[in-house]
């Protein structure tokens, strides 16, 4: 077959194209990515997508300019994984194809795709006609001990059995990792007052360029470049801001903190109109925490999507004026309870489910009647 995926920001990208995109190379059909406007974007999407060796690559550029483009493409079956619905719903129109869907929440024209995937069983309620196949982002973390040595550094930490070792994840979106760079520092600072034997690292993506790290090796966090599955896996506790990180936490049994300090309100990007309307002088900060405001509302107040999708608080987590002081405090008391942490990890992993979605999603494509692929399927 000839598959369409269309994808918008860095945690669909990296979390779920990329072993949808793995698994449908491996059964040997032609992979075409679209890269879609993204508000939460990286800068790197286009650079990380290349490295997964699709056979053709489009975006990000202007919305205008994609879906004028969407009219020519040719295909058998559309997938949106992440964005804008009515961009796969207008390639779905366009080539005559069926359009799976595969979200983590409810969307406006799902009941115009032909099926609607999700990750668990609690999600699958809250959407209508879904069906939960496993989390994508679990089959990534599988991916990144597999990745080559030369996209990604070596991760090892320093050999001190009973030195905790604390993972910073700073965000994927520079505008925030510049802001987060000094609130950070002074966290890490405050760690090592409260507890000098710890030891504290921060994670970024293989993709990000040197250049950019060098601040970050200044500033004592040690930076290093290489898959969270690798890295999770051998540290005792995160720190990390809402997004796929929480969910790769989960699924790496990592007891963490998850945080959004009041002062990075202003960097947060807003969807849509409200986003339009947030860049305005004078009442766009009011527009902007009134957006923040609906969508906690809408969660009961939770940041970190497992908590988000359980509905419960399962990743401890702190929203408003949380400081780098009182953010380690949080750390340290977490570390000086190890029992705490090992149910924390148990209550984890019990919570992550099988891998294989990917599997399950390629399987679905494959099951669509013949009369929705033009020309029948090739044998």
């Known amino acids: 077959m000839r598959v369409t995926i269309l994808t918008n920001g860095p945690g669909e990208l990296w979390g779920w194209v990329r072993p949808v995109v793995m698994e449908l190379r491996r059964r040997g059909h032609s992979v075409s990515l679209w890269l879609l406007p993204c508000q939460f974007a990286s800068g790197h999407e286009r650079e990380?997508?290349?490295?997964?060796?699709?056979?053709?690559?489009?975006?990000?550029?202007?919305?205008?300019?994609l879906w004028r483009a969407l009219k020519d493409e040719r295909t058998d079956c559309a997938v949106q994984l992440g964005g804008d619905l009515n961009f796969g719903l207008h390639l779905s129109r366009a080539a005559d194809v069926p359009l799976t869907c595969y979200t983590y929440g409810p969307k406006h024209g799902l009941n115009k795709s032909v099926q609607v995937l999700t990750a668990f069983p609690a999600q699958a309620?809250?959407?209508p006609g879904a069906r939960p196949i496993g989390d994508l982002v679990r089959d990534s973390l599988l991916l990144d001990a597999q990745m080559p040595q030369s996209?990604?550094?070596?991760?090892?930490?320093?050999?001190?059995?009973?030195s905790p070792r604390v993972l910073f994840l700073p965000g994927s979106r520079p505008a925030i990792r510049r802001a987060a760079l000094p609130w950070l520092a002074l966290a890490e600072e405050s760690l090592r007052n409260l507890l000098p034997s710890v030891r504290v690292r921060t994670l970024f993506p293989p993709f990000v360029q040197e250049t950019e790290l060098k601040p970050w090796r200044d500033a004592g966090l040690n930076p290093v470049r290489t898959g969270a599955g690798v890295a999770m896996k051998e540290s005792d506790f995160a720190l990390t801001q809402p997004g796929t990180n929480t969910l790769e936490l989960?699924?790496?049994?990592?007891?963490?903190?998850?945080?959004?300090?009041?002062?990075?309100?202003d960097l947060v990007p807003v969807p849509g109109l409200r986003g339009m309307l947030a860049s305005l002088p004078l009442i766009g900060r009011g527009i902007r925490r009134a957006a923040v405001q609906h969508t906690l509302n809408r969660w009961n107040g939770f940041i970190s999507l497992p908590?988000?999708?359980?509905?419960?608080?399962?990743?401890?987590?702190a929203y408003g004026n949380i400081s780098p002081q009182q953010t380690a405090e949080r750390i340290v008391s977490a570390l000086r309870s190890p029992e705490a942490l090992t149910r924390m990890r148990s209550e984890?992993?019990?919570?992550?489910?099988?891998s294989?979605?990917?599997?399950?999603?390629?399987?679905?494509?494959?099951?669509?009647p013949d009369e929705n692929v033009p020309g029948g399927r090739p044998e």
């Open 48 to 65: 990380a997508a290349s490295l997964l060796g699709v056979d053709k690559l489009e975006g990000p550029s202007s919305a205008a300019r």
């Open 125 to 127: 309620l809250q959407i």
């Open 151 to 162: 996209s990604q550094e070596a991760w090892n930490w320093p050999a001190d059995p009973g």
């Open 250 to 265: 989960m699924h790496c049994g990592l007891p963490s903190l998850v945080i959004a300090p009041a002062s990075f309100l």
């Open 307 to 317: 908590n988000r999708i359980f509905g419960r608080r399962i990743q401890d987590e």
């Open 348 to 354: 984890l992993l019990a919570l992550s489910g099988q």
């Open 356 to 368: 294989g979605a990917a599997d399950h999603l390629c399987d679905a494509l494959s099951a669509l």
